[in-house]
């Protein structure tokens, strides 16, 4: 069950980042809810099941555009493993905790793939146009993983893998007990 | 404890040789994996673009809707529903008009054109490119050009089966050879990406200076280097200046398409239609090469 929880929200959230529109003032970045998938995963999964799950985003969002297999997979595994380290780090409001996650995570990916593409000479990015587009995936980056949470959250409780009242990570019932 | 340490060696070895193996794979192998994902979620794309256009006419139909009730208060409610309705019809016929206007391009054209909706763009935003719902099942091959009525689109970098991914005019990797029809001066047009504000321009570089261009000149195709046919239309002419080294001219393109809204792209076979000889290319010495390089 849990990993048909995982192929369905991975399948529903590639086609809505690829569906979403994006603005010249944020860099052109996309809502990042593959990324923030896989923080789902590591905010709520433990590490070996968090790496999995972001191998397997990286793999799909490589999928939706020319960009090399494995450039996203290894980004997304360094952010679940960050997250997965730091999770316990939190603010009293837990929002916070994950939209400064989602930012920072967001942000970083958005850099390493920038020198990356721009390094095997895939784009040409002024350093301009880098920084926006950082900048606008720190804030997408903010806006996204709360929302993917919940609802993360919520088709998990639906379906009996997490307690519905619960709030922190250690609540959920893992699969491999 | 040392079981521990173990099973987190295990993840930590698994991990990294699922990336080595990634980022290693050879090209035909890493093209099939994509093309298969790619193919897996075309329905989907294609089920959610729909879901999505019906929705946005459906708001633009309930804010319309909206609007005339505040505007008249004592209108009854069926006539509000009725209004409703031809506000739907109007969103139907304009549909109905954009697809007779665009079978009527499909018609009219010199070549044979497959008609392609737009069903997803690139979902990282590192590069300007679309996914189209035709692929190489349709005829859709890669180094293939895609227009609109209005002009040049971009072309084709990539094609599974049933999808396709067009590299847009306005991404710095897509190279065209090009013309200005008024004084057929070449050149060379290339993408700038999306600016800060405003509409996606595209340049062209290496103009000879001995011809001077002006603001409002048409820009063509010059059907040079085998992958844009001759005579497509690009754009117009915005801005002219002198390029760095002082030896050509600079002009700033606005293309024709709208780049950003583009719902239907035309893929172009380059075989003319049946009983039709193929248009010739146009005299070009000297001309300026660099046509279509992948991204």
């Known amino acids: 069950m849990n990993v048909v929880a995982l192929l369905f929200l991975f399948s529903a959230g590639a086609v809505a980042q690829a569906l979403l529109p994006t603005a010249p003032w944020l860099g052109q970045a996309h809502a990042p809810i593959l990324l923030s998938l896989s923080l789902y995963y590591a905010l709520t999964r433990p590490r070996a099941a968090a790496l999995a799950a972001a191998l397997a985003a990286g793999v799909l969002n490589d999928a939706l555009g020319p960009i090399p297999l494995g450039y996203s997979s290894a980004g997304f595994a360094a952010a679940a493993l960050a997250v997965s380290r730091y999770r316990e780090e939190v603010f009293v409001w837990r929002h916070v905790t994950h939209m400064i996650f989602g930012a920072l995570s967001s942000a970083g990916v958005t850099l390493a793939l920038a020198a990356l593409l721009q390094a095997t000479g895939l784009v040409s990015l002024a350093p301009g146009q880098a920084a926006l587009k950082t900048a606008g995936a720190f804030v997408l980056g903010a806006a996204t993983l709360p929302a993917v949470y919940a609802v993360g959250r919520r088709i998990d409780t639906m379906l009996g893998l997490a307690a519905p009242d619960s709030t922190a990570a250690r609540a959920w019932r893992s699969p491999l007990r | 404890m040392a079981g521990v340490n173990r099973k987190s060696l295990i993840v930590w070895a698994a991990t990294l040789a699922v990336l080595l193996a990634l980022l290693n794979l050879p090209l035909s192998a890493a093209r099939g994996a994509k093309s298969a994902i790619r193919e897996a979620l075309a329905p989907l794309h294609a089920l959610f673009q729909g879901a999505a256009i019906r929705a946005g006419e459906t708001f633009s139909t309930l804010s319309g809707i909206g609007g005339l009730v505040g505007e008249n208060r004592r209108m009854t409610e069926e006539i509000a529903i009725l209004k409703g309705r031809v506000r739907e019809l109007e969103a139907f016929e304009r549909q109905n008009d954009e697809l007779r206007g665009l079978l009527g391009f499909a018609r009219a054209s010199r070549r044979r054109l497959i008609p392609c909706e737009v069903i997803a763009r690139d979902a990282g935003g590192w590069w300007q490119t679309l996914r189209v719902g035709r692929g190489s099942a349709d005829g859709v091959e890669p180094d293939r050009a895609a227009v609109t009525p209005d002009g040049l689109a971009g072309r084709v970098i990539s094609a599974s089966p049933n999808t396709a991914d067009v590299l847009l005019l306005s991404d710095p990797n897509c190279r065209v050879s090009a013309r200005i029809v008024r004084n057929g001066a070449f050149g060379v047009v290339s993408g700038q990406g999306a600016g800060f504000s405003g ?66 792209v035309f893929v172009v076979v380059t075989e003319p239609r049946p009983g039709e000889s193929p248009p010739a290319p146009s005299a070009a010495a000297g001309a300026p090469a660099g046509e279509g390089d992948a991204p």
């Open chain 2, 199 to 264: 509409p996606l321009v595209c340049r062209m570089d290496f103009i000879n200076r001995n011809h001077p261009v002006r603001p409002g000149d048409v820009v063509v195709t010059s059907g040079l280097g085998g992958i844009f046919p001759p005579e497509l239309p690009i754009g117009e002419v915005d801005r002219v200046t002198l390029d760095d080294s002082g030896l050509y001219q600079r002009a700033e393109i606005l293309p024709r398409a709208d780049l950003g809204r583009l719902r239907y």
